[in-house]
């Protein structure tokens, strides 16, 4: 697990899950002869990524932002997605002396499964909520895309992320931007999906910024390297400009959520990674 202190949070980025996908679909229309030179891959063209949702201890409040895989996945989609480990969440709260109950907010950056599986979970054959503590932020625009996916969508949006919280009420819609808490925002970014959205931590002018799927993996430092899931991919190239614009002249943090290599860097000007975590 690592972790790192900002201001006077403490981050953890928690292992959840290890799978493999298709290089080709993590990199778009980069060649492969291009990527490759920044990341492995298989005989079979597929790749090494994780799932480490992120947790800010505020001191006061515990934030987790993305879910991971959770315990819903069949042994079909286990065999498609190539997933090794799995439903780890609980253990890695655990390590830190946590469970479930502890947790005050979950912050999707969106609602695709390997996002937001793990926000619920089978017991004892029942969807319920991981978290039942917690609210749950998402976009509006993301959650309204949730429950009524078009054929693209209908893929990765799946009922049985969303219902259970929407019937008990845990789920607060946010419209653009919104300070979730002292030294936690989120910013409506579009681009991987119409809802998509990116989380600003800071804390005694340290900042870290969570890309989610913008800029899943260092190797995506580039704005102009985004992926084949992305369904607005000129929005995502535009978003990571501005974003890395800013970063870059606040020496902010930059955190991965499906990197198993680096869990946030900082770059200099010239977009070269200066400091790894």
Do not use: C
């Amino acid at each position: 697990m690592r972790e790192m202190s900002l201001g006077d949070f403490k981050i953890y980025w928690l292992p959840e899950a290890k799978f493999m996908l298709d290089g080709g679909s993590m990199f778009g229309v980069v060649p492969k002869v291009l990527w490759t030179k920044r990341y492995p891959v298989d005989g079979e063209n597929y790749i090494p990524l994780v799932t480490n949702p992120v947790l800010i201890d505020t001191g006061e409040k515990r934030v987790l932002l993305d879910t991971g895989l959770g315990n819903k996945m069949t042994e079909k989609q286990k065999k498609i997605y190539r997933i090794e480990e799995y439903d780890l969440l609980g253990e890695s709260l655990q390590a830190l002396g946590l469970e479930f109950t502890d947790i005050d907010y979950v912050i999707y950056s969106h609602l695709d499964f390997d996002h937001a599986s793990g926000g619920t979970r089978l017991e004892a054959g029942e969807v319920v909520p991981t978290f039942p503590n917690a609210r749950y932020v998402v976009q509006e625009r993301e959650w309204d895309d949730m429950r009524s996916p078009g054929k693209r969508t209908s893929h990765t949006y799946w009922t049985e992320n969303w219902q259970v919280l929407a019937t008990k009420d845990l789920v607060d819609v946010v419209e653009g931007y919104k300070e979730i808490l002292p030294g936690i925002e989120v910013f409506l970014s579009g681009g991987h999906t119409r809802g998509h959205q990116v989380i600003k931590v800071s804390s005694q002018g340290e900042t870290m910024l969570h890309f989610g799927d913008l800029m899943p993996m260092h190797s995506h430092l580039n704005p102009l390297w985004v992926m084949a899931y992305d369904n607005y991919p000129m929005d995502s190239v535009q978003q990571k400009e501005q974003w890395l614009e800013e970063a870059i002249l606040g020496n902010w943090w930059l955190s991965f959520y499906h990197d198993p290599f680096m869990a946030a860097i900082r770059v200099d000007e010239k977009r070269e990674i200066v400091e790894q975590l």
